[in-house]
């Protein structure tokens, strides 16, 4: 008997080959990046809930701490910025984690009583006062500074590719904050947390021009893959786009796409390794116990809350990782871009139809549910102009009123797509096996 996967995979290959022959080669191989992107987004997710049932709904939130990575990591300093109150706002951002740590601390040594939370209570205010009056100051110097082009203080001036494993980490720091936070509790009280959590980092994003230009975004991020305009003037490859027939500027859209392509490969095929190795070890049994029954579990003495601490780290990585990818592909971070419909619920989509549980089937999800995401558009106008109101009058309210509505069938097709999965194949075009 011939496997689901391959036949699946085929057929959403088909819809790429379909995309270039019908459309623009250009525009399939931006729709694959950005499908392989969503696949490891969706790879992050089945982590956390196929693996260990955990439920984020803040997914949006750790992309974006990876898209914020690529800037600290890769932009340039800005040497004006940090003259201008750099070292101020470090010095207060270290107030700000010793303030924090000093209350932590006098939760642990004090004894419980109405003391500790006074002390508590004091030590947080005293220093959240004091970090004010340091980190105002600075802010408003460095914001200052050039702020049509510049205002914040940029970055470490490294490699972009270097971003990627960072992206990873910070949003691994922010899932550990959340998860010795909330993993304790109950399953719908992780999924408000981690919904206000991301809320609260795209808030930051948007609000702290020093960091991230705000609203106003960072533009001209550094490529790993070479620029569009050094390929059409290399002469190397001109003669390369003239043997082959096509036209130098096409060609070199196409050119850096693939490089894109091949590097994004790259890292699906070594987390596809990582995580079918750990989905297959001892640990991913003992999760998928943990999964199906915790309170089993723990009568065998397996420590429940610090497994699910470990895969939602893990997890959040690889969805930080995938952000910061994303903004290297984009060559820009645009904080405002980042809304749940896209970043959360969009990668449920492609967890559920996939295949809860199964790597292979997050992958091909983020794939599928991708090109329909961008392609629902222009196909649903098409049919709608050409099919569906062809016999009508050019003046016709019903007509004007069917065109209009052909913004909102991604939504439709998305809820219908996830209905059909959900009667047909309830466990997702790739069950678990």
Known sequence: MISRGPIFFALVALLFIGTGVLQSWDLALRLLNMGMISGIMALGVNMQWGYAGLF???????????????????????PEAWAAGGPRILFGLLIGAATIAAAIALWTVLPRSRLRGLAIVVVLVGGYAIYRVVILPAV?????VNPSVSGYLGGLGLPILLAWPVGGALAAGAAWIIGKTALGLRSDYLAIATLGISEIVIAILKNEDWMSRGVKNVTGLPRPVPYEIDLQNADWFRDLADRIGVDVVTFSSIFVKLCYFGLFVAVTIILIALTQMALNSPWGRMMRAIRDNETAAEAMGKDVTRRHLQVFILGSAVLGLAG???????????????????????????VIVGGSGNNWGAILGGFLIYWCWEQVAPIGGWLMENVVTAGMAEDSPLRAHLLDSVAHMRLL?????????LRFSPRGLLPER
């Open 324 to 350: 910061a990818m994303m903004t290297t592909l984009d060559g820009l971070l645009s904080p405002t871009n980042y809304v749940p419909l896209r970043f959360t619920f969009l990668v449920w989509v492609m």
């Open 56 to 78: 984020n709904v803040g997914v949006m939130g750790f992309v974006a701490l990876g898209g914020l990575a690529a800037v600290l990591v890769s932009m340039p300093p800005v």
């Open 140 to 144: 408003a110097s460095v914001e200052s």
């Open 413 to 421: 097709t998305m809820g219908l797509i996830l209905l059909l999965v």
